[in-house]
């Protein structure tokens, strides 16, 4: 498959450890968020989604922190396994509701 | 697995053709977005379709059009081709009315030679 992010910062972790994963938004009247999970020679998946009303949200294994003050999305990932290796996406969309403004990405490695 | 399918999976093109990119939104959703993904970079939005009339728009050339039809299925139609076309194209559906998260196909991977 291709190689999705060949120039993207990396935080690389043990299996077993939590990860945290940071992104800055660009825009104030965005009023909804999500990250997003992109495999090589995959398409972006949808993990978790937090509106401009909420600070935190949890899912499956994963939690996502909204600090609206400073315009700050962070994913956090417990007890990271080897198949959550992948390039991780930050979106945001405004109120127009019609597009999603992407982040640079992160790729995240586990090592076994 | 999103129910989001995208053809075809690849697809090499010359200088100065034509391509159209085709998808099948996933059942019950009404709009279609596209996405152009530069390798290294995240998506960024072409336009997206709802009730088969262009909803919004990104800094992107005319050259760039698009197509939803009563099925809710989409084209990405892009003429003129240029080497910096060369990217990963997304298509992404919703339902608009729900205000809820997109779903993305796996994508059309174009070259431009």
């Known amino acids: 498959g291709e190689s999705v992010g060949l120039h993207l910062p990396t935080l690389s972790v043990q299996e077993g450890d939590n990860s945290i994963i940071n992104c800055a938004y660009s825009n104030s009247a965005s009023d909804y968020f999500i990250w997003y999970k992109q495999e090589s020679g995959k398409g972006p998946q949808f993990i978790i989604d937090i509106r401009s009303n909420m600070d935190k949200r949890q899912g499956q294994r994963v939690t996502v922190l909204l600090n609206k003050t400073v315009k700050h999305l962070s994913l956090q990932i417990a007890a990271t396994q080897p198949g959550d290796s992948a390039v991780y996406f930050c979106a945001e969309r405004d109120n127009a509701g019609n597009m999603l403004t992407f982040g640079g990405g992160t790729r995240l490695m586990v090592k076994p | 697995e999103t129910g989001v399918t995208q053809s075809p999976t690849h697809l090499i093109k010359t200088r100065g053709q034509q391509v159209t990119l085709r998808c099948s939104s996933q059942s019950g959703h009404n709009t279609v977005s596209w996405y152009q993904q530069a390798l290294g970079q995240g998506p960024q939005f072409i336009f997206q379709y709802y009730r088969e009339e262009e909803n919004g728009r990104g800094n992107f050339p005319p050259r760039f059009s698009g197509l939803q039809f009563p099925n809710y299925s989409s084209e990405l139609n892009v003429n003129a081709l240029e080497l910096d076309d060369s990217a990963l194209y997304l298509c992404?559906?919703?339902?608009?009315?729900?205000?809820?998260?997109?779903?993305f196909g796996q994508g059309t991977r174009l070259t431009v030679v």
């Open positions: 992404a559906s919703s339902l608009y009315e729900g205000n809820t998260e997109a779903f």
